[in-house]
């Protein structure tokens, strides 16, 4: 039996588990290690979820998502199951401040990087609260539009089944901060898109092709082992294609084109 150790979450402390695959271990250090960072600051995060931008309404919304329609949440409060918006909120303020790119696996490591970089959590807070109220307040607003159309109609089932994917219960404490920057982006597409009604089956085949093959695997690999989608560039790249099909004047992160996309996904394992 091979063992790889984690430093897990255990609510008012940190413990430390074997687990049985690197990619379980290493999700639930990133759990733990944001844990010990909260148990560190506390004065810092009480400050952080007072004062940060805040909206009752985006708040009320965010509790009320609905579950991931693909993976589950019975991996643990950390791996997926949304606990709250203001706890979802800290988790990805602290994750973006300290744990993010980083690997921390001794103490002097972590006692380095907590000192390093503890000066710009509020400027992060403020920034990140900022960009998850717009992003709530899109969500909110082509959710209204979507009642306007039938839900069978092929458009509005697109973007909702877009829309299950990206915007969920938990999607706050699982999206890389880069990519939640995103976000707004990939909404302001969609409401591009109804705006224009933009229902062409050519695009929907070309987008659905990437995006079927994606969450299948995906599927695939969650009965073997824990996954978060949102660390797999290629589910990004497949947003980033919505773009360039349906709202090309918004401008893509990166060149996207099928080319590219066939190319990223024989890369991709």
Same mark, same amino acid.
């Given at each position: ?6 430093i ?16 379980k271990a290493s ?17 810092e ?15 009320l ?21 949304? @606990?709250?918006?203001?706890? *979802?909120? !800290?988790? &990805?303020?602290? #994750?973006?401040? +300290? ?6 696996r ?23 609260g ?22 069978n109609?092929?458009? @509005?089932k697109?973007?909702? *089944?877009q !829309?299950? &994917?990206?915007? #969920?219960?938990? +999607? ?15 909404l302001k ?20 092709r ?12 969650e009965k073997?082992d824990?996954?978060?989608p ?20 918004l ?10 996309m ?5 890369e991709?394992?």
């Open positions: 039996f091979i063992g790889f150790p984690a897990i979450d255990e609510g008012d402390a940190v413990g430390v588990r074997i687990f049985d695959t690197e990619q999700l639930q250090h990133q759990a733990g290690l944001i844990r010990l960072f909260q148990l560190q600051l506390r004065k995060c009480t400050y952080i979820i007072k004062n940060m931008p805040q909206s009752a309404t985006a708040e919304t965010y509790n009320r998502l609905p579950k991931h329609p693909i993976i589950s949440t019975s991996t643990g409060k950390n791996l997926g199951a949304s @606990a709250s918006y203001k706890e *979802d909120m !800290l988790y &990805l303020i602290l #994750y973006s401040a +300290f744990v993010e790119g980083r690997t921390l001794t103490q002097q490591a972590f006692e380095q990087c907590l000192q390093q970089n503890k000066s710009g959590l509020i400027s992060t807070a403020n920034e990140a900022k960009i998850a109220l717009e992003i709530m307040a899109l969500y909110g607003t082509i959710k209204t539009q979507l009642k306007h159309l039938n839900a109609d092929p458009l @509005a697109d973007i909702n *089944d !829309l299950d &994917l990206l915007i #969920y219960a938990g +999607f706050i404490r699982n999206t890389p901060y880069q990519q939640l920057k995103a976000i707004p982006r990939y597409a969609i409401q591009y898109r109804l705006d224009k009604f933009d229902n062409n089956p050519l695009k929907i085949q070309e987008v659905s990437y995006s079927t093959r994606f969450w299948k695997d995906i599927e695939k690999k073997k824990t996954v978060i949102e660390q797999d560039p290629f589910r990004w790249a497949i947003e980033e294609f919505r773009v360039s099909l349906f709202a090309q004047q401008k893509t992160a990166y060149p996207v084109s099928a080319k590219r066939d190319k990223a996904w024989d991709r394992d």
